[in-house]
T-cell receptor, first 109, second 115 residues
């Protein structure tokens, strides 16, 4: 079992709808959780980070963390074509990022 | 510079050739990480430096891979006798300290193709 699991997709969502991306992790000691967006041919860029159980909102993005279920998600409201990218979930159980393989998101106009 | 700088951005190497990839972290950042990202995969940890000390090299895939950061700033990742399976993006990242919760800043990556 990989330490961080994501559905590889692609996840196809109509423009204007809510995109929901999910991630599970295996290390219960993980304290920090990150969502990165990666466009093809580019390096990952940080979108959100969350440390506490519950929701954290930033503009159109909401990160949700449930440590008991070892589950973190990212919601993107009012999806735009420019949101089409691969979304990588990462956790820090110690000092380094452990990554999932990413979910490819496609926003259809 | 303002961000993490990596060079070369693109490198094509013949199988068996040695390559060196450079990372210039954000000034003052203590921690430096190297990651390898194969096509369609998330980044995989290679090695970690705190200042000049290499504290973790558990992710280096073989003894052909070697990293150094002799003065605690610029780091070089060296791959000897490159193989086709070494083709990947090599990402360097730096952060201000080691504790969880830090924001880690990534360079644009060095794209290595071994032919």
């Amino acid at each position: 079992q990989k330490e961080v699991e994501q559905n590889s997709g692609p996840l196809s969502v109509p423009e204007g709808a809510i995109a929901s991306l999910n991630c599970t992790y295996s290390d219960r000691g993980s304290q920090s959780f990150f969502w990165y967006r990666q466009y093809s041919g580019k390096s990952p860029e940080l979108i959100m980070f969350i440390y506490s159980n519950g929701d954290k909102e930033d503009g159109r993005f909401t990160a949700q963390l449930n440590k008991a279920s070892q589950y973190v998600s990212l919601l993107i409201r009012d999806s735009q074509p420019s949101d089409s990218a691969t979304y990588l979930c990462a956790v820090i159980p110690g000092y380094q990022l452990i990554w999932g393989a990413g979910t490819k998101l496609i926003i259809k106009p | 510079g303002a961000g993490v700088s990596q060079s070369p951005r693109y490198k094509v190497a013949k199988r068996g050739q040695d390559v060196a990839l450079r990372c210039d972290p954000i000034s003052g950042h203590v921690s430096l990480f190297w990651y390898q990202q194969a096509l369609g995969q998330g980044p995989e940890f290679l090695t970690y430096f705190q200042n000049e000390a290499q504290l973790d090299k558990s992710g280096l895939p073989s003894d052909r891979f070697f990293a150094e950061r002799p003065e605690g700033s610029v780091s070089t990742l060296k791959i000897q006798r490159t193989q086709q399976e070494d083709s990947a993006v090599y990402l360097c990242a730096s952060s201000t300290r080691t504790a969880s919760g830090n924001t880690i800043y990534f360079g644009e990556g060095s794209w290595l193709t071994v032919v």
